[in-house]
């Protein structure tokens, strides 16, 4: 019998160590990734949008967790972004500066390391990266941007289209997925949404929400550009003129069902008519397109937020909240009016800065706000890998941002933040870079039409309406920020 017995602990041993080992409590990441998504629309940051439009789920990560106040990206553009995110790398050294670009995934990223580390990985929804995924057991992504309805998801076995709502589907997938893992393994989830990307086409449920209000307008709204350089008079998105019919909806973008068009055309149609009647003018005409816009935004963030709760609520019911790190973020902010614009790319506030949310029992203090240290989604890549207590490897250039979601920031954080923007011309947005230190800016315009400098002082001009670049008050901080611009360019090695 004896040798009989150990054959079979020696055949256990080899074959399943696992078995023997104990059960694996490394934490689960769940990182809920939104595009577009600005801290203005989140009510728990607060602002004139927040008794408007709540966003009652994604504040019960705020209410749970800690909230970041100023989370800074190194990229305000889409793939960018996530290339970043993945990469832990600025956009000069992962190879994705442009959203034309096509991600080169042969390359080290957190997933991967994730995998090897022993984690199920999988991301579902928004990639936006052209080429194929790669890190993850399991990939369901939008084709391109995608689309709000009967989107086409991309898996490795092809692509098939989905009837409903792009939200809602994400997010079922995104638990059908949490279903059906190996759950012998902690776990690391991308659940990624198109919303509240444009075009804005909302759920048919939310097509009455706001419908009969009056949504307060940001206080630039009608921005005349003075008291800045000449960059960002020279947009092309702005809310008067850059619109165009697919963002008004006044045309649709996705292909509907008979039933769901229908449902559409009931609620824009009839409104769309009064407005080409009323033949609108001037200021009369740019604040209809604003409450067009606006409505429509925060109709797509309300399934954004509907789609957090459901994913909070599976893991409370599966008993998986505990020992879960749930993240939420959006790939850069968003203008909602303020200077009179939609869109990003600029590395004034409200596209520089992007939401972060970060809920973990045990670990970050609940209902806490983390008003001052500057943190990056150059930062989430290293994050994730500390959390998953795989090591970090040298090369990455943010960093764990673990002590800081543990109220124990280092004293030698990063006092300063690098931006580099390089779409030319992208809605008239010129190539730029700068550096913050969260109280002043410093933006460089270095192309030969602008060739020109822009300083902030946020704290007392936090609309950013008069650059003081050249002001002899402020030339210890203007020669202050050009030495920490060439040190911060020295140190992430961005090419001269
Ligand atoms: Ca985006």
């Known amino acids: 019998m004896m040798p009989k017995l150990i054959l079979f602990f020696l055949w256990v041993a080899i074959v399943s160590p696992c078995w023997l080992s104990a059960a694996d409590e490394r934490p689960n990441i769940l990182f809920i990734f939104c595009d577009d998504h600005a801290t203005q629309a989140i009510s728990a940051y607060g602002g004139p949008l927040a008794n408007v439009a709540p966003t009652p789920n994604i504040d019960r ?28 790398k600025y956009s000069h050294l992962n190879g994705f500066t442009k959203n034309s670009d096509t991600f080169d995934g042969s390359q080290q990223i957190a997933p991967k390391l994730l995998q090897k580390a022993g984690y199920s990985t999988a991301i579902v929804g928004k990639w936006h990266l052209k080429s194929e995924p790669t890190g993850f057991d399991h990939f369901e992504v939008l084709k391109g941007q995608g689309e709000y309805y009967n989107p086409r998801l991309r898996t490795s076995e092809g692509i098939e289209v989905h009837e409903g709502y792009v939200t809602d589907i994400i997010t079922d997938h995104s638990i059908d997925w949490l279903e059906s893992r190996d759950s012998k393994k902690p776990f690391f989830l991308m659940s990624q949404h198109k919303a509240p990307h444009g075009r804005w086409e909302p759920a048919i449920r939310h097509l009455e929400f706001l419908a009969d209000e009056e949504v307060p307008e940001p206080i630039t709204l009608f921005d005349d550009y003075s008291g800045r350089s000449q960059a960002a008079a020279q947009h092309a998105m702005g809310i008067a003129d850059h619109m165009g019919d697919h963002r008004l909806m006044f045309q649709y973008s996705s292909k509907h069902t008979p039933e769901q068009k229908a449902a559409l055309d009931a609620y824009f149609v009839p409104r769309n008519k009064a407005f080409h009647e009323a033949s609108l003018e001037g200021k009369d005409k740019t604040r209809w397109h604003y409450q067009r816009y606006i409505k429509n935004y925060l109709r797509c963030v309300k399934a954004v ?34 200077h009179g614009w939609f869109d990003k790319r600029w590395m004034y506030e409200e596209s520089f800065r992007t939401p972060l949310l970060v809920r973990w029992p045990g670990a970050v203090e609940p209902g806490s706000t983390n008003q001052n240290d500057i943190v990056s989604n150059l930062d989430f890549a290293s994050t994730f890998l500390d959390v998953a207590e795989a090591p970090i490897p040298e090369d990455l250039q943010g960093e764990s941002l673990l002590p800081v979601f543990r109220g124990e920031t280092p004293e030698k954080w990063r006092k300063t933040h690098y931006y580099h923007y390089y779409e030319s011309g992208g809605h008239g947005v010129p190539l730029h870079y700068g550096v913050t230190d969260g109280r002043y800016k410093l933006i460089r315009y270095p192309e030969p039409h602008l060739n020109t400098w822009e300083l902030f002082d946020i704290e007392g001009d936090p609309l950013e309406l008069e650059s003081r670049y050249d002001d002899p008050a402020l030339s210890d901080v203007q020669n202050g920020l050009h030495s920490e611009l060439k040190r911060l360019q020295s140190l992430y090695e961005v090419p001269e």
């Open 305 to 338: 937020d509907e789609s957090v709760g459901r994913l909070l609520d599976y893991l409370d019911d599966n008993r998986l909240s505990e020992n879960t790190i749930v993240i939420y973020s959006s790939d850069q902010g968003f203008y909602l009016g303020e």
């Open 61 to 88: 990560i705020a209410k749970e967790g800690v909230l970041f106040k100023k989370c800074y990206v190194t990229n305000s553009i889409c793939g960018p972004s996530r290339a970043v995110v993945l990469t832990g």
